[in-house]
């Protein structure tokens, strides 16, 4: 169970801990300064969401912040109990190491990384806003627990490139590469994605409200457990499959549909409209008791 007093407690030790001051814990999280201070006096909770990323930020898990005591955080290593085996503290670092840029737990506004080759690296539980990444190459990128909005991923390359429990707003990603992207427990919202390539992309636990879609082909996309509500149009929908996915409120315009496996989804609400599929996803979405009148069937 969790109390606000104890909560409060909890986040404000953890926070300290991490030496992160309620400003900068409150620019990861997306949040005011105030939100955070009212949490640690015990005047309110965070949502669930925002808990769960806190838990990630701080380094604890969900049971810390319940009415259980807390264990006492093991010692910090010395350095020599982090020294490989066989490494003495005074051997030099090795000759042209590649720098690591580990972008994490910060604010990133208005900045321009726009045809960047080499950051293949960490974003995670940082905001970023209003950022320029066209033409960038950021494959096998990290974005966990983000804030990102508004920015720019035009002509990107984001193949590989792993989004967990961020929030995805009104960016643009036209013409993006994100083969073999995965997507766990995203909001997608107004984001645009015309021309974007998402051959093998994987979504689960993902809300997708009022993208644009458009002439993106999707090949081998899987979506799992995602809620859909917006317009996928003049699109070619092929070797792809949507497990427990809810599109009451989406519309398929001049879409074909080949060899797309659909299973224990929701389409009673969702609009075909001079669409066409082949014989096996014309029967997978009539067992899901889609409206297929507005889909011609392809022999």
């Known amino acids: 169970m969790l109390n606000e007093i104890t909560v409060g407690i909890k986040i404000a030790e953890a926070?300290?801990?991490?030496?992160?001051?309620?400003?900068?814990?409150?620019?990861?999280?997306?949040?005011?300064?105030?939100?955070?201070s009212k949490w640690e006096r015990g005047e309110s909770l965070p949502d669930i969401l925002?808990?769960?990323?806190?838990t990630a930020v701080l380094d604890v898990d969900l049971n810390y912040f319940s009415d259980a005591p807390v264990q006492d955080a093991a010692p910090p290593l010395s350095p020599?109990?982090?020294?490989?085996?066989?490494?003495?503290?005074?051997?030099?670092?090795?000759?042209?190491?590649?720098?690591?840029f580990d972008m994490s737990m910060?604010?990133?506004?208005?900045?321009?990384?726009?045809?960047?080759?080499?950051?293949?690296?960490?974003?995670?539980?940082?905001?970023?806003?209003?950022?320029?990444?066209?033409?960038?190459?950021?494959?096998?990128?990290?974005?966990?627990?983000?804030n990102i909005n508004r920015c720019d991923f035009t002509g990107a390359d984001l193949s590989g490139g792993r989004f967990s429990m961020a929030n995805v707003e009104k960016n643009l990603f036209v013409g993006a590469k994100l083969r073999g992207a995965e997507f766990k427990s995203c909001n997608m919202d107004y984001n645009d994605f015309t021309g974007a390539d998402l051959m093998?992309?994987?979504?689960?636990?993902?809300?997708?409200?009022?993208?644009?879609?458009?002439?993106?082909?999707l090949t081998g996309v899987s979506l799992k457990s995602c809620n859909l509500r917006f317009v996928i149009s003049d699109a070619a929908i092929?070797?792809?499959?949507?497990?427990?996915?809810?599109?009451?409120?989406?519309?398929?315009?001049?879409?074909?549909?080949?060899?797309?496996?659909?299973?224990?989804?929701?389409?009673?609400?969702?609009?075909?409209?001079?669409?066409?599929?082949?014989?096996?996803?014309?029967?997978?979405?009539?067992?899901?008791?889609?409206?297929?009148?507005?889909?011609?069937?392809?022999?």
């Open 15 to 36: 926070r300290r801990a991490k030496g992160l001051s309620q400003s900068a814990l409150a620019d990861v999280l997306s949040v005011t300064p105030q939100a955070v």
């Open 50 to 54: 925002t808990l769960n990323r806190m």
């Open 80 to 100: 020599a109990d982090t020294e490989a085996p066989g490494k003495s503290g005074d051997e030099a670092p090795p000759l042209n190491k590649k720098p690591v």
């Open 106 to 146: 910060a604010a990133w506004k208005n900045a321009d990384f726009s045809g960047l080759k080499t950051l293949s690296e960490k974003f995670n539980f940082s905001n970023v806003e209003h950022c320029l990444f066209r033409e960038a190459d950021f494959r096998g990128c990290q974005f966990k627990g983000n």
């Open 200 to 217: 093998s992309a994987d979504f689960k636990s993902c809300n997708f409200d009022n993208n644009v879609l458009a002439g993106a082909p």
């Open 238 to 299: 092929t070797d792809c499959s949507f497990v427990g996915c809810d599109f009451s409120k989406t519309e398929f315009r001049n879409v074909t549909l080949t060899n797309t496996f659909f299973k224990n989804c929701k389409m009673k609400r969702a609009a075909f409209i001079a669409c066409r599929a082949d014989k096996i996803t014309f029967a997978f979405l009539q067992a899901c008791k889609a409206d297929v009148s507005g889909i011609d069937f392809m022999a």
